[in-house]
């Protein structure tokens, strides 16, 4: 369709430089334009100076089942489009993306600086422009459509930074002069409706993805638009408006809900969509991407009296407690010359797909001869099958021969996440009454054998009792696992020795859209002869010589301390390095706060600390890793080494029994202080 005699659309026919390329390829024209093409699409951008950056996307190939969609249009514009553009808003105020114009489409508004002009980057095009302190990155290049699996469709992004020290309010426009073919008015549908008349929704509420074609019987051209999907940002709001009003209006406009597509201040039919990204905040130096997708339109035909068009997405992921529903639109036209009566469309899913609420079947009542209906459901894999399923919908009245028509949709098998652990199975104790290994790593590796990516990988180890992490996290992240990938984590572990046995440790493994899964594994940990240890705080210490003391303490503890009631120690030393100040009972002896008797701090004589210790008379009996019997706190008297000795040592357990026990002594070096 042609513009008013002021405004045509008229693109100038310029001699074109064709660059040949392996598929995809490549076009690199003479000024009057620059083109990126595959089998399928081609897409334009006008290099300036007077409209840089605008964008036009049109079919080669096409969809290879019909020849009718060869070499059309889907954005009006050829070699210099200039009806698509973007505007940008920045602190409330609208600029133009890309070079100055003095045509309909952005006349008169602010523009901002192109500060690199479109150039071919392998299978993109992209433009750069400046907006104040604001910096916007133009890129269109292929993209897979999610109703047909190949690259027949335009990604168009903006990748908007702030190269500025403030803050600014950050929003984006995109408008798309849909054509479909020779048909510039060709109605727009999305969901269950044929959109003919200016319609916003907004936010949730706006399709997964909207098409476009003038009949299927004998379709032109199926154009189609994606809003969510992998690498795609969502509008805030998407309005279908007639161009002419995008065009008079670089952001805001009044809009009349009901209004037809005819070209605001003229006579033609001309649809428009326009994508908005509304103003966020964006911080110094952040960058946000925006980014939505057009292309061929993916519908399964079959022509007849009732024709019938299906289209769903062709691909989807089935994802443990967390799927999401998907929409299968089914087009209807009455191609014949009579009504249909008590028309009814059905959906047949198979197994492995489920309705996610309503019915199959839809009644329509009377179809007019020329007339087209569409019914939309919202549709769910069940996990029960994966793979290539069929579905099917069909149309039946009582006048006119049923039809149907089938499509195919892959189902993504979710993450599927195993897990191998390596660990010892057994700890040996050697003769030093320790155990070997200890610490002991645990491996753990994890896989994904889903056809998925497995995204925040959350893998996390629990301990029973008598195992402790030496350090770090119990719970290690991954942001995501590949189909097919492993990820290894490995932990530290020391075996305390209380409790002993059989020690289970379990490691379970998450990630958005899988089924949990957890392993276990034992370590077998002996018992340990319950040992009195001297734990001196420093090996070398050196004597002052200003006349402060330098004061050490020494600790004598139990491990483990099992079914402990009590002990008594006597602990020698060298009284020409050392001198004991006080001994302070310790936590073995001590129960919630309450000080347990008996007990006595011992006699202190010549180089012997004698007889200290208790009993837990009137306290449950401890089982622990590790209690502290005692503690004593010397002063360094000179230079020298002295041995700390358990001179002698007994034990008691449950009844009062004595029990069997092993001693570790220990050494200190106090060093003379150089003098200065």
């Known amino acids: 369709m042609q513009r008013s005699q002021s405004y045509l659309k008229l693109d100038l026919v310029l001699g074109v430089m064709t660059i040949a390329l392996l598929s995809p390829c490549l076009f690199a024209g003479t000024p009057s334009g620059l083109s990126v093409s595959n089998e399928f699409v081609r897409l334009r951008v006008n290099p300036g ?49 890309g070079g100055p114009s003095t045509r309909r489409a952005g006349k008169g508004v602010a523009i901002g600086e192109v500060t690199a002009a479109p150039k071919v980057e392998g299978e993109a095009i992209v433009t750069v422009s400046r907006v104040g302190e604001v910096e916007v990155r133009q890129e269109l290049t292929f993209a897979r459509s999610p109703t047909t699996r190949v690259k027949d469709a335009a990604h168009i992004s903006y990748e908007v930074t702030n190269r500025g020290a403030a803050p600014h309010e950050v929003g984006l426009r995109v408008v798309l002069d849909t054509m479909l073919g020779a048909n510039d008015g060709a109605p727009l549908r999305a969901g269950e409706k044929a959109i003919s008349t200016a319609t916003q929704w907004r936010g949730e509420a706006a399709p997964d993805y909207w098409q476009a074609f003038d009949s299927l019987s004998s379709p032109a051209v ?79 035909l079959s022509p007849a009296q009732l024709s019938l068009g299906l289209t769903a997405p062709a691909e989807v992921d089935y994802q443990y407690e967390d799927t999401r529903s998907f929409a299968v639109v089914a087009y209807l036209e009455n191609s014949g010359g009579y009504e249909a009566r008590a028309t009814k469309c059905t959906l047949a899913l198979p197994k492995g797909l489920k309705l996610e609420q309503g019915e199959a079947a839809e009644s329509l009542g009377v179809l007019n001869p020329g007339e087209t209906r569409q019914v939309a459901w919202r549709v769910k894999p069940s996990g029960e099958a994966g793979g290539a399923l069929r579905f099917a919908a069909s149309v039946t009245s009582e006048n006119l021969e049923p039809n149907r028509v089938e499509r195919e949709i892959i189902v993504n098998s979710p993450p599927r996440l195993a897990m191998a652990v390596k660990t010892p199975t057994t700890l040996s104790v050697t003769p030093q009454n320790r155990y070997s290994p200890n610490p002991f790593a645990v491996e753990v590796t994890t896989f994904n054998r889903g056809a998925q990516v497995g995204r925040n990988l959350v893998v996390t180890l629990t301990l029973p009792e008598g195992l402790r992490l030496m350090e770090g996290d119990a719970t290690r992240v991954a942001e995501r696992i590949n189909s ?41 940990v002996p018992l340990l002869t319950p040992e009195l240890r001297v734990h001196p705080a420093a090996q070398a210490v050196p004597r002052l010589t200003d006349g402060q003391p330098t004061l050490i303490p020494v600790e004598v503890t139990v491990a483990p301390a099992r079914e402990f009631l009590g002990a008594k120690v006597s602990l020698s030393y060298d009284p020409v390095v050392l001198e004991p100040l006080y001994v302070r009972r310790g936590e073995a002896f001590v129960e919630a706060g309450r000080l347990l008797s008996p007990w006595s701090a011992g006699r202190v004589s010549e180089g012997l600390i004698a007889e200290v210790g208790g009993q837990r008379a009137d306290a449950p009996l401890l089982n622990v890793a590790e209690a502290q019997v005692f503690q004593v706190v010397f002063m360094a008297k000179g230079p020298g080494e002295t041995a700390l000795t358990l001179e002698s040592s007994a034990m008691w357990g449950a009844g009062g029994k004595e029990m069997a026990h092993r001693t570790e002594g220990g050494r200190i070096t106090v060093k003379a202080m150089e003098e200065n």
Request: proline share 8%; glycine share 10%.
């Open 484 to 524: 097919g990938e492993s990820k290894e984590f490995t932990w530290k572990l020391l075996a305390t020795g209380l409790p002993a046995g059989d020690l289970a440790l379990k490691v379970k493994a998450t990630a958005a859209g899988a089924k949990p899964t957890e392993a276990r594994h034992v370590v077998q």
């Open 222 to 300: 199926i154009s189609q638009g994606a809003l969510r999907g992998p690498e795609l940002t969502p509008p805030d709001r998407m309005v279908m408006v007639d161009w002419g009003t995008l065009a008079d209006h670089a952001w805001y406009f009044p809009l009349v809900e009901g209004a037809d597509f005819t070209r605001a201040g003229e006579e033609e039919q001309d649809t428009a969509v326009a994508l908005y990204w509304d103003p966020k905040p964006l911080a110094p130096g952040e960058t946000r991407v925006y980014a939505t997708l057009y292309g061929v339109g993916g519908v399964s």
């Open 49 to 97: 100076p007077q409209e840089a950056g605008r964008f036009a996307v049109d079919t080669t190939g096409g969809d290879p089942s019909r020849a009718s969609d060869n070499d059309q249009p889907l954005i009006y514009g050829s070699s210099a489009p200039w009806t698509s553009f973007a505007t940008v808003l920045v602190d409330g105020k609208a600029a133009v993306f």
